[in-house]
């Protein structure tokens, strides 16, 4: 009996830390985004998935702007009002945002970095911020992933 209650905590340990790794500071980050076993890539598609953050961050953010702020700061609103402004007449079109989302998370040391702020990037990159100030992002990005 002590033999299976010490391996099924054993198991439950690993479990845990395991799914830890895709998520950081509560948000599914691009460990979960390129790993093929996770829950996010055997539940949805990569398209999908980002529907579902987008939502979740929108509904955040009409409920209450300082709990939105509180769970992720570097947050790029203006950048996606830039973008909307840029061409009204063309819906953001979310498989190119997946395919640059995957391009970042081509760099392992972005893995840690939530899909929120992949997107927020991706947005940027489309809404002509300059690479400079993408990677100056990108570093507060992964500053705030590793704290």
Same mark, same amino acid.
């Given at each position: 009996? %002590? ?6 905590? &054993?198991?439950?340990?690993? *479990?845990? #830390?395991? @799914?830890?790794?895709?998520?950081? /500071? ?19 598609? %990569? ?6 953050? &987008?939502?979740?961050?929108? *509904?955040? #953010?009409? @409920?209450?702007?300082?709990?939105? /702020? ?19 007449? %063309? ?6 945002i997946v395919k640059m989302i995957d ?45």
């Amino acid at each position: 009996m %002590k033999m299976i209650l010490t391996i099924t905590l &054993l198991l439950l340990a690993f *479990s845990v #830390s395991a @799914q830890d790794k895709f998520y950081t /500071k509560g948000l599914v980050n691009g460990y979960a985004w390129t790993d093929k076993n996770s829950t996010m890539a055997l539940t949805y598609s %990569k398209t999908e998935s980002l529907g579902a953050i &987008l939502e979740r961050r929108n *509904s955040l #953010s009409q @409920q209450n702007t300082d709990l939105n /702020k509180s769970s992720f700061p570097l947050d790029c609103e203006s950048d996606i009002i830039t973008l909307d402004k840029l061409d009204k007449s %063309k819906p953001i079109d979310i498989d190119v945002i997946v395919k640059m989302i995957d391009e970042f998370y081509a760099k392992k040391e972005n893995l840690i970095i939530p899909v929120l702020g992949a997107y927020c990037c991706s947005v940027k990159k489309l809404s002509g911020v300059s690479p400079e100030e993408i990677e100056k992002y990108r570093t507060k990005l992964f500053e705030y992933s590793k704290n």
